[in-house]
């Protein structure tokens, strides 16, 4: 991918050479002189004066005339003539000429890749989808077994929180409606994150399968905080979705015009921020933070967070993890330098795709957390049946992260070996 740049290096290395810089100021004089200048004058005359140090010359050879009718020693009067107001002019119109050049050949550029792309997509995404099921091949060898009981685990956990779900709105528990509602809804979407997860791990891709454990885990530490405060919690929570929409109708205000959809209409806005007041109103400033909602439950003033949520629940263990996630999502230091997927000893190696390391904390992290909501959501209404199945879930959960740490394992001293063997061969080299 340097062709063309090479070619525009050696484009503007032409332009701005002295020799083409004073057949330019020639060409100009010849021109305001009257005498003919034919097709390919520039070229000759950037081939045939010679720059050494402060002196100035034209060496001729049997084409001179075809080019112009001047003789050589009008052309040598002409150099003699020049002066360092004419060198700039010459200068300034190389540049303004290599501008246009530069312009015109990244458009010609950017229509050859253009061109390059639909010209051999077949033949790319037959390769690039050869190359992705090499390494999902390679994966399943160390990975089958983890990733297949993991699949199960989500599917389990999906199962109690249907059952869950079905039997509590089909009950006499009015008065638990809300809350009904608000924990089955964060159980769905964790689920669904869970999925995700187990995508991303499938296919080697764990720093962004981490960064969507982060979802996972709110949700869980959020659907847990909420099921220990019940029904009150519930409503604080559902009723904290204003300030949500306050703020997404104000960025839509700002940013209409610039994105290209419409704003709100002024009875979309008036509406939004009717209710915004009412709620600031009714439970003060504090309400309108991240976690509002839950510093009005405890009668704070001082602003939650989720990780002082977590503690709160005795869930702050979870921190480390959330760390990862953090650098996984952010453009951090850390997020650059300490990747999942590479092995200590791989420093030196920029991972711009899937790996088959990584995988065992991500595995560990969304097998806690989802079992974590799925034991609060199971509480809503509990019988032998779904008692059982979240106790075989938490059971399972061991399983899993036995055979997780067994492939981990695996896959670091192979790796480990691997870098080591590259090292050395190149202190040897």
Same mark, same amino acid.
């Given at each position: 991918?340097?062709?063309? !740049? ?43 004066? =010679? ?18 009718? @001047? ?18 002019? @010459?200068?300034? *119109? ?14 010609? &550029? ?14 790319? *995404? ?27 685990? /989500? ?23 809300? =809350? ?5 809804? /964060? ?14 791990? %499938? ?5 962004? @399968? /981490? ?15 909420? !099921? !220990? ?28 015009? #610039? ?5 709100? %209409? ?71 330098? =300490? ?9 030196? &190696? ?18 806690? %957390? ?16 779904? #008692? ?16 997780? =740490? ?24």
């Amino acid at each position: 991918m340097e062709e063309f !740049q090479k070619a525009a290096d050696s484009s503007a290395k032409q332009l701005l050479s002295p020799s083409w810089i004073f057949a330019v100021i020639c060409y100009r004089r010849l021109a305001e002189r009257g005498y003919r200048t034919g097709d390919g004058i520039l070229g000759y005359l950037s081939k045939s004066i =010679l720059v050494d140090g402060d002196t100035v010359s034209i060496a001729v050879d049997d084409d001179f005339d075809t080019h112009t009718d @001047a003789s050589p020693g009008a052309i040598g009067d002409i150099l003699a003539e020049i002066t360092e107001r004419d060198v700039a002019d @010459a200068v300034r *119109i190389g540049t303004r000429s290599l501008a246009n050049s530069q312009s015109k050949l990244i458009d010609f &550029v950017a229509q050859s890749f253009l061109d390059l792309l639909k010209e051999n997509r077949s033949r790319l *995404i037959k390769d690039l989808t050869s190359d992705q099921r090499k390494f999902n091949k390679h994966l399943r060898k160390d990975w089958a077994n983890v990733l297949d009981d993991l699949n199960i685990f /989500i599917w389990l956990a999906r199962e109690i929180g249907s059952s869950t779900n079905i039997s509590a709105r089909e009950s006499q528990y009015r008065h638990k409606r809300l =809350l009904i509602e608000t924990l089955t809804r /964060i159980h769905a979407k964790a689920c669904q994150t869970a999925w995700e997860i187990h995508v991303l791990l %499938s296919n080697g891709l764990s720093e962004g @399968a /981490i960064a969507r454990w982060r979802t996972l885990h709110e949700l869980s530490i959020v659907g847990t905080f909420i !099921q !220990q405060h019940g029904r009150k919690a519930a409503r604080l929570f559902t009723e904290h979705e204003i300030v949500g929409v306050k703020r997404r109708a104000d960025a839509a205000c700002d940013y209409a015009s #610039v994105l290209g959809f419409e704003p709100p %209409s002024k009875m979309e806005l008036s509406r939004v921020r009717r209710n915004f007041e009412h709620r600031k109103r009714k439970y003060g400033k504090q309400f309108l933070s991240d976690y509002g909602w839950a510093d009005v439950l405890l009668g704070r003033n001082t602003r939650m967070s989720l990780h002082e949520m977590a503690k709160l629940l005795r869930l702050d263990h979870f921190k480390p993890w959330h760390g990862v996630a953090n650098d996984s999502i952010h453009a951090t230091t850390s997020g650059l330098y =300490l990747r999942l997927g590479l092995h200590p000893m791989e420093e030196d &190696v920029l991972l711009a795709g899937p790996s088959n390391l990584g995988l065992s904390d991500v595995v560990e992290a969304t097998a806690h %957390s989802l079992a974590l909501l799925t034991s609060s959501v199971m509480l809503l209404d509990p019988n032998l049946d779904r #008692v059982g199945a979240t106790k075989a879930l938490l059971a399972f959960q061991d399983q899993l992260l036995d055979a997780t =740490l067994s492939a981990e394992q695996s896959v670091l001293e192979r790796r480990a070996s691997m870098a080591y063997s590259l090292r050395s061969s190149r202190d040897d080299y």
